[in-house]
């Protein structure tokens, strides 16, 4: 069974940047599809971000791209969400996910029902 924990959340104000990290435990952090989505209040889980099992190759959402980067350490089974020049509308809670099937490109891994495990959350509050 995978467990995975998010930290890093916080409240922050507009332009500043946060470090969301994931760390996984119980099984094979390399072999897994890692992603970060995000729910606001009222609104659907959205996707943010997904790397495939080496980090050799990342997608992030039109939203986020060239503020957000997706990482990972698979020496520390850890993935790292940097978050740069914050939003209001990024506030939200912020799940990590991870996928145990193989990289299977952009359409799919944005896909929340292609993920097996979910962390708790970890929220994240931009003032303006």
């Known amino acids: 069974q995978v467990q995975l924990v998010e930290s890093g959340g916080g409240l922050v104000q507009a332009g500043d940047s946060l470090r969301l990290s994931c760390a996984a435990s119980?099984?094979?952090?390399?072999?897994?599809?890692m992603a970060w989505f995000r729910q606001a209040p009222g609104k659907e889980r959205e996707f943010v971000a997904a790397i495939n099992e080496s980090g050799s190759r990342t997608y992030h959402a039109d939203s986020v791209n060239g503020r957000f980067t997706i990482s990972r350490d698979n020496t520390k089974d850890t993935v790292y969400l940097q978050m740069n020049s914050l939003k209001p509308e990024d506030t939200a809670a912020y799940y990590c996910?991870?996928?145990?099937?193989?990289?299977?490109?952009?359409?799919?891994?944005?896909?929340?029902?292609?993920?097996?495990?979910w962390g708790q959350g970890t929220q994240v509050t931009v003032s303006s």
């Open positions: 996910a991870a996928d145990t099937g193989v990289w299977s490109g952009k359409y799919y891994q944005r896909l929340s029902n292609r993920y097996d495990y």
């Open positions: 119980g099984g094979t952090f390399s072999l897994y599809v």
